[in-house]
């Protein structure tokens, strides 16, 4: 019975060091499937360069909100981000919130959401909520992880998002970790 003890300890020792390393390992990662348009389940992954000042979490003191930017764009290049997530959430915790929930004091973003950046055809696409008609877009939020300054915020994130063209692309398994900056 102490054998048995001894090995599960070690395991949930080895599943516990695994976890924050991955943790670790995929800071200023977005990953998620995409469903709309020219994507049919697609599975998409952003690495985000952590040197490059927009990506991270960022705290919004005056509104009292988090903003997370995780985008492929990398120090030295010229050309613009191509894929990228932004995210705009109510509380600077924990916690779980649906798309276009109000930020009560929030000074350029009143309400949560999640914007993609995507490449169509070689062109730059942009995915966002309905603001004429925001029940056609749904989606929640959920901050799974929220660490101090230089650790890390993570979380998940689902719902349906448009494009200029109102065309429907529905986003699934949403999940992403970024570095917390001041």
């Known amino acids: 019975m102490k054998k048995k003890f001894k090995l599960m300890s070690a395991v949930m020792i080895l599943l516990s060091i695994s976890c924050s390393v991955w943790a670790q390992v995929g800071k200023n990662q977005v990953t998620y499937t995409i469903d709309g348009g020219t994507f049919h389940h697609q599975l998409i992954t952003i690495n985000a360069d952590p040197k490059v000042m927009e990506n991270g979490a960022f705290t919004n003191t005056v509104g009292n909100y988090l903003e997370i930017n995780l985008g ?15 995210i705009v959430f109510n509380k ?15 000074v350029l973003d009143h309400q949560v959401y999640f914007n993609l950046e995507v490449q169509v055809n070689g062109e730059t696409k942009f995915l966002g ?12 939020i959920t901050i799974t992880r929220f660490g101090s300054v ?14 200029a063209a109102g065309i ?5 398994g949403g999940h992403f970790v970024a570095s917390r900056k001041s």
């Open 129 to 140: 909520i309905d603001l004429q008609k925001p029940a056609k877009t749904p989606g929640t």
């Open 92 to 106: 600077v915790s924990t916690g779980a919130a649906k798309v276009n929930d109000p930020i009560p004091k929030g």
């Open 168 to 172: 429907k692309y529905t986003i699934t």
């Open 150 to 163: 230089g650790g890390t915020v993570e979380g998940d994130f689902q719902g349906t998002v448009i494009d």
């Open 72 to 86: 492929d764009k990398a120090m030295n290049i010229k050309n613009g981000t191509k894929w990228g997530l932004n």
